[in-house]
T-cell receptor, first 114, second 113 residues
Framework: GQQLNQSPQSMFIQEGEDVSMNCTSS?????WLWYKQEPGEGPVLLIA?????ELTSNGRLTAQFGITRKDSFLNISASIPSDVGIYFC??????????????FGQGTILTVHP | DAEITQSPRHKITETGRQVTLACHQT?????MFWYRQDLGHGLRLIHY???????NKGEVSDGYSVSRSNTEDLPLTLESAASSQTSVYFC????????????FGPGTRLTVT
């Protein structure tokens, strides 16, 4: 099946620093999604990307859909303590019997020190 | 506001018992999904449904079943709970077709003793 490699697995940063994480896939996706999960909660959608090369921002968050359709990255600028959580990438395949289903990365655990 | 809810939020059960986890969404989404989340494995798809009376197996479906009798609900049943099914379970929904975001419920933490 499809595999998503998300890196880094964890990050420990100081408040105010920028953060970058990425996902690579063994096959192409038609949609990339980025989620954030806080303790005891379900994943919350941050950004959705629909076209190769697309660059989308949501406040301090910026994500890009790679040109090859096999990768995506998420940047967080000027991190704050409430950015703490686990960030997941997810790819969606539009084709055949897989339509609508997501493949998730393993997650990046972000810790922000005040 | 439309939402997706799960119940119970926490459940402790004994090995061999049948357990049903509820998922209810008010978005009128046709697609619904069940995942389990375990350390080291991320989110793995158990079962999914594209509409009423439609159910499909995901990558870790053994020991689980679902039924879809209406648009709003997709209950997940563990036929005979096993300790390996101790996990956090998430339900999600999305609009029909692809290219639509999935929205997740708050999760159910299940412990099988």
């Amino acid at each position: 099946g499809q595999q998503l490699n998300q890196s880094p697995q964890s990050m420990f940063i100081q408040e105010g620093e920028d953060v970058s994480m990425n996902c690579t896939s063994s096959s192409i996706f038609n949609t990339w999604l980025w989620y954030k999960q806080e303790p005891g909660e379900g994943p919350v959608l941050l950004i959705a990307l629909y076209k190769a090369g697309e660059l989308t921002s949501n406040g301090r968050l910026t994500a890009q859909f790679g040109i090859t359709r096999k990768d995506s990255f998420l940047n967080i600028s000027a991190s704050i303590p409430s950015d703490v959580g686990i960030y997941f990438c997810a790819g969606q395949d539009a084709g055949g019997t897989s339509y609508g289903k997501l493949t998730f990365g393993q997650g990046t655990i972000l810790t922000v020190h005040p | 506001d439309a939402e997706i809810t799960q119940s119970p939020r926490h459940k402790i059960t004994e090995t061999g018992r049948q357990v049903t986890l509820a998922c209810h969404q008010t978005w009128n989404h046709n697609n619904m999904f069940w995942y389990r989340q375990d350390l080291g494995h991320g989110l793995r798809l158990i079962h999914y449904s594209y509409g009423v009376q439609d159910t499909n197996k995901g990558e870790v479906s053994d020991g689980y079943s679902v039924s879809r009798s209406n648009t709003e609900d997709l209950p997940l049943t563990l036929e005979s709970a096993a300790s390996s099914q101790t996990s956090v379970y998430f339900c999600a929904s999305s609009e029909s077709g692809s290219g639509h975001e999935q929205y997740f419920g708050p999760g159910t933490r299940l412990t099988v003793t």
